[in-house]
């Protein structure tokens, strides 16, 4: 099967980000065009894999730069940010949790 490099719909997501983003992109590659092509816009990311707007699937080499060692939408890490999340979201002061992860 030949690899596709046409991708409509994360190139459409590319000229619109290209209007209200320096380089169409927040990423390392701050100018998307020195790399060439069109970067793809992922929508989903399960485990080791990852889905753009166009339908095709990849495996993330990347792991969002590092912080996806437990692979995306981790069922533990799911429920965790859940029950966090469910006791409010950012107060402006400092809490248990903070002490907690830095120990």
Not at 12 to 31: C, W, Y
Not at 34 to 50: D, E
Not at 63 to 71: E, H, K, T
Not at 84 to 101: D, I, N
């Amino acid at each position: 099967m030949a690899y596709s490099y046409e991708a409509p719909v994360s190139q459409s997501l590319f000229d619109r980000a290209s209007v209200v983003t320096p380089g169409g992109v927040n990423s390392p590659v701050r100018a998307f065009r020195a790399v060439g092509g069109t970067p793809r816009f992922m929508v989903s990311g399960t485990g080791p894999y990852l889905t753009d707007a166009d339908g095709r699937e990849y495996v993330d080499l990347v792991c969002s730069w590092g912080p996806m060692i437990l692979g995306h939408s981790h069922p533990e890490v799911i429920a965790a940010v859940q029950e966090a999340v469910s006791r409010g979201t950012s107060f402006g002061t400092p809490g248990e949790g903070e002490v907690a992860l830095a120990e």
